[in-house]
């Protein structure tokens, strides 16, 4: 895993082809290479396989909800330097405090605006990044 550049991988949980799209093609402007997946299973199943730098984890999913995605990432000593970016309609307070309590590192309201996205990713990107080269 690596905090910045090309090599670096995004997992994108969304169910939503638009949202997924554009993420998609915002995430490859930014030279990172980014793989989606539309639930949370298949989300746990490609992080054992290769685990990325950084997840942009939807609540709101088919079958398991972001929260349990979350929660089942942080359970996992191997995927514990993976940055967790969660993504949810549901903005309040309540959601956020939910969100950090299971291991989120960030936590962003739907709609949001790219650029806010894409400073917080970097943001938590470079965090990884410092905490390994420590």
């Known amino acids: ?11 994108l949980v969304e169910d939503e082809d638009n949202i997924a799209l554009a993420l998609a093609h915002v995430l490859a402007r ?10 949370g299973e298949a989300a746990l ?3 054992r396989s290769e685990p990325p730098d950084l997840v942009l984890l939807d609540v709101m ?3 398991m909800s972001g929260y349990e995605v979350c929660q089942a990432i942080r359970l996992e000593p191997e995927l514990a330097g993976v940055k ?3 993504m949810t309609a549901r903005g309040n307070a309540m959601e956020r405090r939910k969100g950090l309590a299971l291991g989120a590192d960030g936590f962003i309201a739907k709609p949001f605006d790219l650029s806010e996205l894409m400073e917080t990713a970097r943001r938590l ?6 905490a390994s080269d420590a």
């Open 30 to 39: 930014e030279g990172w290479v980014a793989q989606r997946v539309p639930d």
């Open 1 to 11: 895993m690596t905090g910045g550049g090309a090599s670096t991988r995004i997992l």
């Open 61 to 63: 999913l088919p079958g």
């Open 84 to 86: 967790i970016l969660m």
């Open 125 to 130: 990107l470079s965090s990884a990044s410092e």
């Open 45 to 47: 199943e490609a992080m």
